[in-house]
């Protein structure tokens, strides 16, 4: 008995050790190496959108790539224990993903929503897009349109994802009863998030939240407005919903016969395929597409002002082209653009425009004296005036804004000449030539206090004496003494003078 007890004990003992050293064995690390799926949204049109994490980890460094249906961009981030950041650029945007790593799965935050990652399989990965070939370049002919820069609406800056056929049908009655329209903003133009999914033919529509887009064209002709759209030349647009990648002809055959009047073609997509040496082939693609329909249809380039857009834009159709990544509602971001626009003034010209991308007047974050010098920059400098704000209930101070003729009047001046700046201190001053022999001037204060503005004659490129000064915000006629004008500028504010010359 004690020989059987001794060894119940022994063996009780070595199950004990085992166990106890089999709880002192770590747990193995938690990583966020490997491939990663969860299901993000579901598009407009019906569509599933998935992010896809192809992701590796040294200690706390993290690199690789996210994918979504339709852009593939480079990931890098940190991790703390089990919590992560990983920062990437979306249509050259940083973005944030933040989230913690669950065992096998990982929790996660993206543009407000919550998402769940699993493990992903060989089929949850986005199979590559097949890259078609380009065209030989050449120089196509101009389409005759936009002499001067076009003026209307745009619906991205305020609306978003959100944006509707009631939406656009409550902006063509705004445009008229507001004077928009009668102030020269006639484009009204819907952007991101309208389309639908192909037919078997490849024939693009439109989704639910625009039920007939013919319908809609015709109502917005009937308000004496012009109708816009958007699209990409990528697989995908910059929202990920279809873009006209290999459609281009079915494409703009569509929006002929739909009524549209303007083209925003949206580069994004065209990221998953081309570099920024195919770009001008590429959006060749679409202005001979757009051409070829016979209707007179706007052509907007928007590729950021890279690849040395301005020097070719006009040889791919385009029309205007975009000089600066997007703009946001803040006076950094607007000076931001306007500096980068300022260099290209040789390219501007009547039918070929640079665009420091649209207005962002009345949304809310900026002054309404940031906002006045945001109208006198792009005036000034043959910006097109694409406002984006919620034109049904604009403020008076807002409207005054946009719908101040005299400024319209120096950015419509036939001509097309695109100012140039020179800086003193945090003075900035442009000088814009007139058609009619006369200059525009605009002094803009850069500093955090108020500021002694003079302006002389000498400076203006004038071929005579004043014969007339305008202040084109006081609406008031001003007088030069002594080849001199002064006047006090309060921070971040604009003095806008219209000032023309006899012999």
Known sequence: MNNITGTIRSHMAITLMVAAAWHATPAKAQTLEGKWVADWRVLDNGEKNRLFLDLKQNDAKITGTATTIGHRYQADGTVTGTRFEISFSKGGNPRKLAGEIAGEQLNLKYEGAALVAKRATPEDEYPAYEKLPLPPLKDLPDNGLVKTPPMGWNSWNKFHRGVTDAIVREMSDAMVTSGMRDAGYIYLCIDDTWEGVRDPEGNLGSNDKFPDMKALADYVHSKGLKLGIYSSPGPRTCADYPGSYGYEQQDANTFAAWGVDYLKHDWCGARMIYGDKDQQAVYQKMGEALQATGRPIVYSICNYGVAKVETWGAKAGGNLWRTTGDISDTWKSMRANIERQAPLASFAGPGRWNDPDMLEVGNGGMTDTEYRTHMSLWAITAAPLIAGNDIR??????????????????????LGKQATPRKDGTL???????????????????????????VKVSDLGLAGNVSSARDLWAHADVSFRDGVYAQKVASHDVLMLRVGSKP
Do not use: C, F, H
Not at 394 to 414: C, F, G, H, S, Y
Not at 428 to 454: C, I
């Open 393 to 414: 209930n604009m403020t008076p101070a807002i409207k005054e804004i946009l719908l101040n003729r005299e400024v319209i009047a120096v950015n419509q001046d036939v």
């Open 428 to 454: 900035e001053t442009w000088v814009k030539p007139l058609a009619d022999g006369s200059v525009a001037v605009a002094v803009v204060n850069l500093g955090e206090s108020e500021a002694d503005v003079v």
